[in-house]
């Protein structure tokens, strides 16, 4: 028989005309999934170690040993800390002024709000950044992408250290966030190449950690720096420090892109039955069940099988500079974004995302005013360290974040006889749309009564922490739901966050200024209880929502495969 690998490009794209057609089942929901197995002939038949229920792992993998779902846990977790450490080389750099503003406006007489506004700008690039690097990622390779954004980043960087007027620092801004703007969106695609559902709140919380842990703890040095070398010194360590990591990624990040096999092997004797209601291909077919493991079948966390047989990837491949895709394919990335527009989760989660990250930016554009004028007066080394409490509440958010994250879609999966759906990690929204509105009120109104500096502190380190959970929430549940768009759904949920940021960068200062601290912060709370509680719809609404939707994303899906992309 000739192997289906060997197959020439006629039989290869005849073969993805069909799978096009079989492979895409219409009447499954993206984002509700068979998560718990309970049925204990099926255990059984999968010989699982004896036990009353499995994790079914989403996506199915491979029997590849190259597929990244497949590697060791100490291969995931070296590129896992790869990430981290790019997280920090762009989010240092992109950070760490924002406790030493005071000090730019008195050297170069740019006002703070235009510092805040060029901060806005630097956001809104981050968004439309991401449009170029997700396809350049999907048709070269993540590995390249991670690399050249570090490296034009370090140089980009030191223009700030000689910018002398408005727009010069804005233009710098606006260059390093469109550099740095895989930061955004391509890790969270990173870790859904490694890792499987019901691991992934977990991980995505590690990287939500490293992105604003980054900007929380670049400060905090800033400041000793500032007062000991000068403020122009941060930008030169900050820049340094990307170099250092590109030269470890470099050297030890390994390409995560995977195309998946879609082999049929007709000499197996047990069948599985696939069968597609669409108008546009009503199919079914029978395919042998080992050949379309790829294709969806049950494989628990108990059962996973490797094919020896199947070489490993050379060092040399597996840290390639490059890779390369059909070039072909290349349009079918750049117009992703676009058709998943029409999906209200994807809408969603922008909304989430940009509305946790509004007070961020709040509190970063007002943060060094509050304690660097009367009655606190602290210094820029003091204003720096008052982010050790947002650290602080970002690693206690962390756990909560990614760990409960997982343990509670799996626990309400059991619940439902196994049924795991997309909303049901936007649950954890819950504890966010109460301490969130009481951060902000601690905060500003704990200013403006010029309370004791720890209670404002601590009102901003819960500020901080907490928008982890907006950040892993919305990365979460546009990805369970849409796994097969993830990368083109992700630009469109930073986009809108970034847009929502833009203008809360041009708000701040005259919102501030027009009402105080008091009734600035008091609306804020408000706000920020209005636009959490919205999950609460989505707990409602988007089961059904998805289910109406669901003709229109296979669809995609299915021109997609038609194509032959297969990832």
């Known amino acids: 028989m000739k192997h289906p690998r060997l197959w020439d490009q006629q039989d290869t794209k005849i073969r993805f005309d069909i799978l096009s057609a079989i492979m895409i089942d219409f009447d499954a929901i993206p984002g509700t999934s068979h998560l718990v197995e309970f049925d204990q002939v099926k255990l059984n038949e999968l010989e699982v170690e004896?036990?009353?229920?499995?994790?079914?792992?989403i996506p199915t993998p491979t029997t590849d040993p190259n597929d990244?779902?497949?590697?060791?846990?100490?291969?995931?977790?070296?590129?896992?800390?790869?990430?981290?450490?790019?997280?920090?080389?762009?989010?240092?750099?992109?950070?760490?002024?924002?406790?030493?503003l005071p000090q730019i406006v008195e050297?170069?007489?740019?006002?703070?709000?235009?510092?805040?506004?060029?901060?806005?700008?630097?956001?809104?690039?981050?968004?439309?950044?991401?449009?170029?690097?997700?396809?350049?990622?999907?048709?070269?390779?993540?590995?390249?992408?991670?690399?050249?954004?570090?490296?034009?980043?370090?140089?980009?960087?030191?223009?700030?250290?000689?910018?002398?007027?408005?727009?010069?620092?804005?233009?710098?801004?606006i260059v390093q966030g469109f550099l740095g703007s895989p930061i955004e969106t391509l890790c969270e695609v990173s870790i859904s190449d490694m890792f499987f559902e019901h691991e992934r709140g977990t991980w995505m919380s590690v990287y939500a950690l490293a992105l604003f842990g980054s900007n929380y703890a670049a400060p905090i040095v800033a400041g000793f720096i500032a007062d000991g070398q000068g403020w122009q010194w941060v930008i030169y360590w900050s820049s340094i420090w990307t170099a250092v990591a590109f030269l470890f990624l470099f050297f030890f990040m390994e390409e995560s892109n995977y195309t998946r096999p879609l082999d049929i092997d007709s000499d197996e004797s047990q069948i599985e039955v696939i069968s597609?209601?669409?108008?546009?291909?009503?199919v079914t077919h029978i395919q042998p069940r080992d050949s379309i493991r790829s294709m969806g079948v049950e494989v628990l966390k108990g059962n996973i099988q490797i094919d020896s047989s199947i070489p490993l990837k050379s060092k040399k491949e597996r840290f390639a500079l490059w890779t390369y895709g059909d070039k072909k394919w290349f349009i079918y990335y750049l117009t992703g974004p676009f058709l998943m527009l029409q999906f209200p989760v994807v809408i969603y989660s922008?909304?989430?995302y940009g509305a946790s990250l509004f007070w961020y930016s709040v509190m970063n554009g007002t943060l060094t005013t509050v304690f660097g004028g009367a009655p606190y007066n602290f210094s820029s080394a003091m204003c720096g360290l008052v982010y050790v409490s947002l650290l602080i509440f970002a690693a206690i958010f962390n756990f909560y974040a990614?760990?409960?994250?997982?343990?509670?879609?799996?626990?309400?999966?059991?619940?439902?006889?196994?049924?795991?759906?997309?909303?049901?990690?936007?649950?954890?929204?819950?504890?966010y749309m109460f301490i969130g509105p009481a951060a902000l009120f601690l905060f500003g109104i704990g200013a403006y009564y010029q309370i004791h500096w720890f209670a404002v502190v601590i009102g901003a380190g819960i500020t901080g922490g907490s928008v982890l959970l907006g950040c892993t929430s919305a990365c979460n549940y546009t990805i369970d739901t849409y796994r097969e768009m993830g990368s083109e759904a992700m630009i469109v949920?930073?986009?809108?966050?970034?847009?929502?940021?833009?203008?809360?960068?041009?708000?701040?200062?005259?919102?501030?200024?027009?009402?105080?601290?008091?009734?600035?912060?008091?609306?804020?709370?408000?706000?920020?209880?209005?636009c959490i509680s919205t999950f609460l719809i989505m707990e409602i609404w988007g089961p059904t929502w998805?289910?109406?939707?669901?003709?229109?994303?296979?669809?995609?899906?299915q021109d997609r495969k038609a194509a032959g992309i297969s990832r």
């Open 50 to 57: 004896p036990k009353e229920k499995d994790v079914v792992l």
């Open 350 to 352: 922008g909304f989430l």
């Open 546 to 557: 998805r289910e109406k939707t669901k003709g229109r994303y296979w669809k995609i899906i």
């Open 402 to 431: 990614g760990w409960t994250a997982d343990w509670l879609k799996i626990k309400l999966a059991t619940r439902r006889g196994g049924k795991s759906n997309a909303e049901d990690r936007l649950w954890l929204l819950g504890l």
């Open 276 to 282: 597609s209601n669409a108008k546009e291909a009503n």
């Open 68 to 100: 990244p779902l497949n590697w060791s846990l100490r291969r995931k977790w070296l590129n896992m800390f790869c990430m981290v450490v790019y997280v920090f080389g762009i989010g240092v750099p992109c950070s760490c002024l924002f406790s030493v």
């Open 493 to 530: 949920v930073i986009l809108i966050r970034n847009c929502m940021n833009f203008g809360m960068g041009y708000a701040i200062t005259p919102w501030v200024n027009d009402l105080g601290y008091k009734y600035c912060f008091l609306s804020a709370g408000f706000i920020c209880f209005g």
């Open 107 to 173: 050297v170069r007489h740019i006002s703070l709000g235009a510092l805040n506004t060029s901060t806005g700008y630097m956001f809104l690039f981050y968004g439309i950044g991401t449009y170029f690097c997700m396809p350049l990622a999907s048709q070269f390779g993540k590995r390249p992408v991670y690399l050249f954004s570090l490296f034009s980043v370090s140089l980009v960087t030191l223009w700030e250290a000689y910018a002398k007027t408005q727009g010069s620092f804005t233009g710098s801004k």
